[in-house]
């Protein structure tokens, strides 16, 4: 890959609200001039849980930035070229994805679904969720991506995401969506 412009990363889960908005916030701040991140769901629920806006709240991110959208923003001729995509849950990374801009490397980081914790432990799970993914965004910011081909990156990424499997194994559409 080459280390000339910022990298575009796309973090996947279906319903867009709590995991991918972390990613994509994490990677946004940690990856600054370097990476550039989005978030997006195959079937988004519309807005940001609110125990992932006082997620990013209490780490330092400004939650009003966060938005949940469909991965379709980001599946057009107009949309971004991106470099990689990660999908964060088993149901994103078993579904047909879009064609994405870029030809980009696709890896798998399953994560439990934080908003699925009960809601005493909620704030508990949602912080575990942070701090895991910001301990992988951590190791792909450190990588050297200018010196890596295609199959080392993804085997890399493969690594970081604990040597799961799924989307980077499943097909892509044909076309634009």
């Given at each position: 890959?080459?280390?000339?412009?910022?990298?575009?990363?796309?973090?996947?889960?279906?319903?867009?609200?709590?995991?991918?908005?972390?990613?994509?916030?994490?990677?946004?701040?940690?990856?600054?001039?370097?990476?550039?991140?989005?978030?997006?769901?195959?079937?988004?629920?519309?807005?940001?849980?609110?125990?992932?806006?006082?997620?990013?709240?209490?780490?330092?991110?400004?939650?009003?930035?966060?938005?949940?959208?469909?991965?379709?923003?980001?599946?057009?001729?107009?949309?971004?070229r991106l470099d990689m995509v990660f999908?964060?849950?088993?149901?994103?990374?078993?579904?047909?994805?879009?064609?994405?801009?870029?030809?980009?490397?696709?890896?798998?980081?399953?994560?439990?679904?934080?908003?699925?914790?009960?809601?005493?432990?909620?704030?508990?799970?949602?912080?575990?969720?942070?701090?895991?993914?910001?301990?992988?965004?951590?190791?792909?910011?450190?990588?050297?991506?200018?010196?890596?081909?295609?199959?080392?990156?993804?085997?890399?990424l493969r690594d970081i995401g604990g040597?799961?499997?799924?989307?980077?194994?499943?097909?892509?559409?044909?076309?634009?969506?």
């Open positions: 890959m080459q280390d000339t412009q910022p990298y575009k990363v796309l973090f996947v889960c279906s319903g867009n609200s709590a995991r991918s908005i972390l990613a994509e916030a994490i990677l946004n701040r940690m990856g600054q001039g370097r990476f550039v991140a989005y978030s997006a769901g195959s079937d988004p629920v519309g807005h940001v849980h609110p125990a992932a806006s006082r997620t990013l709240e209490m780490n330092g991110h400004d939650p009003r930035t966060a938005r949940s959208k469909t991965w379709l923003e980001f599946a057009g001729p107009e949309a971004p999908t964060l849950c088993d149901r994103a990374a078993g579904e047909v994805c879009p064609h994405w801009q870029g030809e980009p490397v696709v890896a798998h980081w399953d994560l439990s679904d934080p908003a699925e914790a009960p809601l005493p432990d909620q704030m508990a799970a949602f912080h575990a969720t942070y701090m895991d993914l910001e301990r992988r965004i951590t190791l792909l910011t450190a990588l050297p991506l200018a010196a890596l081909d295609r199959l080392a990156l993804k085997a890399r040597g799961g499997t799924g989307m980077s194994e499943m097909p892509l559409a044909a076309g634009p969506a």
